[in-house]
């Protein structure tokens, strides 16, 4: 079903900074270039480099500022720039000398040393379901014949949250991929199939009465009578009604499955119960959407979730870009963030959580007429933390208006496969669609090094 290669990737004949390629060095090996080296001890070598890297991330947070947040006032500060691009937040220093952040992130500031903070991610896709289809599968969207621009597109490619959960597998008692407090958008598990969609939870944990819907069995029922149905499903599986299966039907049987796993399961149940935390550490988090969320992100890798990802919403400013970021947005979105870090560190979760905070695209450098920013992909702000990622670093650079990286762009691909280079998976895996076409992984791109510690 699949084609499966690890190791180093490039071509035999990719040169060396010497000058001489791989495949070139393999054929002197023994012949002085490379130390005399015997064939047992060249093919020693070879086998080396041919196993799999120990993954540093055990499970990856993914923060979806759906939207587009404005790196030029977050992350990006430009001082020196005209008013109308430049704005009116104003940089502060950091714990990190010599890097600064906006004002409007003091909290962010205080911990930028636990901070991977790229200002040189770049792409060619301005609009927000497109835009997000790409950052989240790293493949454009796959428009039917005669499609209208605008209209559903055909997405078959799955999502990093799925492929996470069919690379890695189950290694809790949560599902392996769970996003909240709604769906990612194009997030789901695409030509993969049901058993690698994602478990969403629906409502938000920031409200008085969550609960995950579905998770109990309703107490007129009761686990007896729930279990005395459950072998009366089995047993007509067994008598082939679940072979003869298809479509919809086979889908709902594994949705079906996926449920009773988690309606069954104690620890998957005490994972869930955000009410359980202290009254002052959910504070610390901020009694918020994104808060919370995060709190909650944080049980659940601690349960063994390896995929969570957090759909926070109302970032397009197109008008009063300003007062948006610096009283709704930015706010709580500080203090989540730097909650989770600080929470993950003291309970010795950061080395193998992997956190990714990021939006589909940027905004524009230059100010419109309703003081707000549009739609800018060709320069925005990524920031990750803790699972292998090098902390108290900044990557890249940009231009003296924040509209284009002055340092090597790195694009949605590269950024996807770094993600999957932590996480121990081969990016250059191959599945077959049902129709037979190849799908790799990720396909292009290249291993972002500085984002490697």
């Known amino acids: 079903m699949f084609h499966l290669r690890f190791g180093d990737r490039r071509p035999l004949d990719t040169d060396y900074c010497d000058g001489v390629n791989r495949r070139q060095a393999l054929r002197l090996g023994t ?55 430049r704005g009116t937040f104003q940089p502060i220093s950091t714990v990190v000398p010599g890097t600064q952040i906006s004002q409007i992130l003091p909290k962010c500031a205080a911990i930028t040393d636990k901070l991977t903070i790229m200002r040189s991610h770049s792409h060619k896709d301005n609009a927000h379901q497109t835009g997000r289809h790409w950052v989240l599968t790293g493949y454009r969207p796959n428009f039917n014949d005669g499609q209208a621009k605008g209209e559903p597109f055909n997405e078959i490619y799955p999502s990093i949250g799925s492929i996470i959960s069919r690379e890695l ?12 407090p709604n769906p990612l958008g194009p997030g789901g598990p695409g030509f993969y199939g049901a058993a690698y969609a994602p478990f969403t939870i629906d409502n938000d944990p920031v409200q008085a009465d969550f609960a995950v819907r579905d998770l109990n069995v309703p107490a007129k029922i009761g686990m007896d009578r729930f279990q005395r149905r459950r072998r009366l499903l089995r047993g007509a599986e067994e008598i082939g009604l679940s072979h003869r299966a298809s479509g919809r039907a086979k889908t709902m049987s594994t949705y079906y499955e996926k449920a009773m796993q988690l309606v069954t399961s104690p620890a998957a149940q005490k994972a869930f119960k955000i009410e359980q935390e202290s009254r002052q550490t959910r504070e610390r988090y901020g009694y918020t959407s994104i808060g919370q969320c995060a709190l909650l992100a944080r049980r659940l890798v601690e349960a063994g979730c390896r995929f969570v990802g957090i759909d926070h919403g109302s970032w397009d400013t197109h008008v009063d870009n300003f007062t948006s970021h610096e009283k709704a947005l930015v706010p709580p979105t500080d203090l989540a963030l730097s909650a989770l870090i600080l929470d993950l560190e003291q309970r010795g979760l950061l080395d193998e959580t992997l956190v990714i905070m990021m939006g589909e695209m940027g905004r524009t450098p230059r100010i419109n007429k309703d003081a707000g920013r549009d739609h800018w992909s060709q320069c925005q702000a990524v920031i990750l933390a803790g699972g292998g990622t090098p902390a108290g670093t900044v990557v890249g650079a940009s231009d003296e208006t924040a509209s284009f990286p002055t340092t090597t762009p790195y694009g949605i691909q590269d950024l996807l496969r770094t993600v999957f280079h932590l996480m121990g998976i081969d990016a250059d895996k191959t599945y077959h669609t049902p129709q037979g076409r190849p799908v790799p992984i990720v396909n292009g791109g290249k291993t972002i090094k500085e984002l490697i510690a």
């Open 169 to 180: 597998g189950q290694r809790g008692a949560v599902p392996p991929y769970i996003e909240m």
């Open 31 to 85: 012949t002085g270039l490379l130390g005399g080296l015997s064939l047992p001890a060249i093919m020693a070598l070879q086998d080396a480099q041919a196993r799999p890297v120990a993954p540093r991330a055990k499970s990856c947070i993914f923060i979806m500022l759906e939207g587009g947040p404005s790196h030029i006032d977050m992350w990006d500060l430009k001082p020196d720039a005209p008013a109308e691009i």
